[in-house]
């Protein structure tokens, strides 16, 4: 199983407005496990930080949850990792990138290793940024998860979400242009 390619025929996710209220909300004060061994307190973030969630990554050789690719929008977190992996040069120029999912530290610094990510991942195993952002998730095999979703925060206070998003392994370069944008808006 090549977990770091996409599918093709994979379900859509639809915008079922999950995500409307989050735009123009301040990040909360809650501190999460970060793969460096420290602990991020969110409301620390400063300048530009992407945050992008996700509801969790497969390892080689261990079965995805059953039925996991019929769930619109589930599949795709590899690639969605290896997007901002391989943009991380281009898009450190103008944010941050942190990773997040429900996974633990322990499993999330494995997927760091493996994948050779630049950058950090956090791991949000009792859901604080769910219960303070009213943030969307999914039941699969009995298990909480995440709905993808990519937050641009500046001076803490989300600036721009992408949500659904689709096709995970494009969403990089969709943070990257609007990066770009943004950047040219401010400074013309």
């Not at 735009?23 to 400063?46: A, R, Y």
């Not at 497969?58 to 391989?86: H, M, N, Y």
Request: a negative charge; aromatic letters at 10%; hydrophobic letters at 35%.
């Amino acid at each position: 199983m090549d977990l770091e390619k996409s599918l093709d025929n994979l379900p859509i996710p639809e915008d079922d407005g999950a995500c409307d209220h989050l735009t123009g909300l301040e990040l909360p004060g809650i501190e999460l496990p970060c793969t460096d061994g420290n602990v991020t307190k969110l409301q620390s973030l400063s300048d530009m930080t992407v945050i992008y969630i996700y509801p969790m990554t497969g390892k080689p050789d261990v079965a995805l949850p059953a039925a996991w690719d019929e769930i619109p929008g589930a599949r795709g977190c590899t690639p969605q990792a290896c997007s901002f992996r391989d943009n991380h040069s281009e898009i450190k120029q103008y944010a941050t990138v942190y990773g997040l999912s429900s996974q633990d530290t322990d499993y999330q610094q494995e997927a760091k290793i493996r994948l050779h990510l630049p950058f950090e991942l956090l791991s949000d195993t009792n859901f604080l940024l769910k219960q303070k952002l009213n943030l969307p998730t999914f039941i699969v095999e009995e298990i909480e998860r995440y709905k993808r979703i990519t937050l641009i925060i500046r001076n803490n206070i989300i600036a721009k979400v992408f949500y659904p998003v689709f096709p995970p392994d494009q969403n990089a370069i969709e943070v990257l242009n609007w990066l770009k944008k943004y950047q040219e808006n401010t400074f013309s």
